[in-house]
């Protein structure tokens, strides 16, 4: 791979990533900007075919890039630990771990193969599991790890008696809780760190508002052809009003560069959309009591729990 540090990043050269959901969209734009910088780049994806076209589209836009693909599906504890084996079989230091895969707003309550309401169980209790496996690796890599939220988590709260939306759903509460859980992981992550020594640093970050595939034609979520507001946010994207899938990317980016300190919030200044900046955590984000719980309960429900 050619030492050029991409327009933003350092030289990666030598560093090896892991970015989930990079088969598309954001997740996409991030593998790529980090391959441009010189980093090899792990993209686990559900579907084989389909990240395995995603990684040479990469390849193609970045001669010499060195992209690979591995199982996983994080609707699955099983899958995320056979990521976590296979990956620590080769023992490799990871040096940057984007958490940047997410599911949103199913036609209908759905659930995990583990018991997981889906959204809670994907965003937030598949990344913990794979974060807390991949803690050796991580340290190792003195890595940086990028948790990527939603503008979604601005308001709403985690209901600790009923954590899987089973006695009363809304699917926007669920949502928000799930992204609420990914921000409050991730602080109590680079908190724990520096208290231990761990040497890993976690920020966070949220891409505002673009035209992604979350709220597109997806049969499996219950819903079949493309959102109303998927049309509108299309609309809006190209009018200027909220950000590109390109510019989506950049707080993630922002996040995941070596000089950012942990513990810090990058969304697009504008809020919906624009350049990066950081951002003051939003009131939910902030209570560092409810960041230690859910670590807790995450490491109960996952079965994984941080070594060191």
Request: charged content about 25%; overall charge positive.
């Amino acid at each position: 791979m050619p030492r050029t540090s991409d327009a933003d990043l350092p030289d990666l050269t030598g560093q090896l990533a892991v970015v989930t959901g990079a088969s598309d969209g954001i997740g996409h734009v991030v593998a790529t900007r980090l391959a441009r910088a010189g980093a090899e780049v792990v993209m686990p994806v559900r579907s084989a075919e389909k990240g395995e076209r995603a990684a040479q589209r990469i390849r193609d836009a970045v001669p010499g890039a060195v992209v690979g693909t591995r199982p996983l599906d994080l609707s699955s504890l099983a899958s995320v630990a056979a990521l976590v084996d296979g990956l620590g079989a080769e023992g490799r230091p990871v040096h940057l771990l984007v958490n940047n895969a997410g599911v949103m707003r199913p036609a209908q309550r759905q659930e995990t193969v583990d018991g997981f309401e889906l959204q809670m169980g994907t965003n937030h209790l598949g990344h913990a599991a794979l974060t807390l496996g991949l803690l050796p690796l991580l340290r190792a890599g003195r890595a940086r790890v990028v948790h990527q939220t939603s503008v979604a988590a601005r308001r709403g709260r985690i209901d600790w008696d009923d954590l899987d939306a089973r006695r009363s759903y809304d699917v926007m509460a669920a949502y928000s809780a799930s992204k609420i859980a990914v921000g409050l992981f991730a602080r109590e992550l680079d908190r724990r760190s520096r208290e231990a020594g761990w040497g890993v640093s976690s920020t966070l970050a949220h891409p505002g508002v673009s035209p992604t595939n979350l709220l597109a034609a997806q049969p499996g979520m219950g819903r079949p052809g493309v959102s109303p507001e998927r049309r509108v946010i299309g609309v809006l994207s190209r009018l200027g009003v909220v950000g590109t899938v390109e510019s989506a990317a950049l707080p993630a980016l922002a996040a995941a560069r070596p000089d950012t300190a942990g513990d810090e919030f990058w969304g697009p200044r504008r809020t919906l959309g624009g350049p990066p900046a950081r951002q003051q955590f939003w009131e939910p984000l902030r209570d560092t009591t409810e960041a230690r719980r859910l670590w807790d309960v995450s490491e109960q429900l996952t079965g994984v729990r941080a070594e060191g």
